[in-house]
């Protein structure tokens, strides 16, 4: 089974602090996503990855950076967490397209509340 | 531009059959998706359809697409209140790896 694991279930954090999320999946994948899930607006793409040290911005990138150092590990970083960063951040991975049916396996979610 | 749309709520009652639908916009998708996320919990993969089928049967569930009118709909027969979560509908794009998510159906299965 795919497992993804992310660091902490629940984060609470003052405005202005710098945080970190961490992603691990341990079935190889290439690919790794982060997403927020805001209520009445789904699954938004904040950056993804499709190998080591290779990143690209997805719909909502701003006030976020990540780093991907080891393949198995993604990382998503608040370089000055603000309110309206509060939400539900999930993480993904999956296979590269070509050799699969593209489906992306999620972690459990982090709820992060910034205050 | 890419964009998957669902209703944001459905209330059954259990026993009876639920029906979620959902509309995309790229008909070069290859696969669709159905992910079921109860609370407080991550995503996880209910099914998915090959965009060259009309149809995918998986025990209580039935996927029907109609690429025709980018129609995509789960059927979940005897609903039961095990099945409340929301679910989301997901396409594939062409290039690259990335899908995109509709905002999600609320199912409430009432007993």
């Known amino acids: 089974d795919v497992k993804v694991t992310q660091s902490s279930r629940y984060l609470v954090k003052r405005t202005g602090e710098k945080v970190f999320l961490e992603c691990v999946q341990d079935m190889d994948h290439e690919n790794m996503f982060w997403y927020r899930q805001d209520p009445g607006l789904g699954l938004r793409l904040i950056y993804f990855?499709?190998?080591?040290?290779?990143?690209e911005k997805g719909d909502i990138p701003e006030g976020y950076s990540v780093s991907r150092e080891k393949k198995e590990r993604f990382s998503l970083i608040l370089e000055s967490a603000s309110t309206n960063q509060t939400s539900m951040y999930l993480c993904?991975?999956?296979?590269?397209?070509?050799?699969?049916?593209?489906?992306?396996?999620f972690g459990p979610g982090t709820r992060l509340t910034v205050t | 531009g890419e964009d998957v749309e669902q209703s944001l709520f459905l209330s059954v009652r259990e026993g009876d059959s639920s029906v979620i639908n959902c509309t995309y916009t790229?008909?070069?998708?290859?696969?669709l998706y159905w992910y079921k996320q109860e609370p407080g919990a991550g995503l996880q993969l209910l099914t998915y359809i090959f965009s060259n089928m009309d149809m995918k049967q998986d025990q209580r569930l039935t996927v029907l697409l109609n690429k025709k009118d980018k129609h995509l709909s789960l059927r979940i027969a005897d609903t039961q209140t095990g099945d409340s979560a929301i679910y989301f509908c997901a396409e594939s794009m062409e290039y690259g790896n990335k899908l995109v998510f509709g905002a999600g159906t609320i199912l409430r299965v009432k007993s």
């Open positions: 993904a991975s999956s296979f590269s397209a070509g050799g699969s049916r593209g489906e992306q396996y």
């Open positions: 990855s499709y190998d080591v040290k290779m990143k």
């Open positions: 790229d008909s070069s998708s290859t696969y």
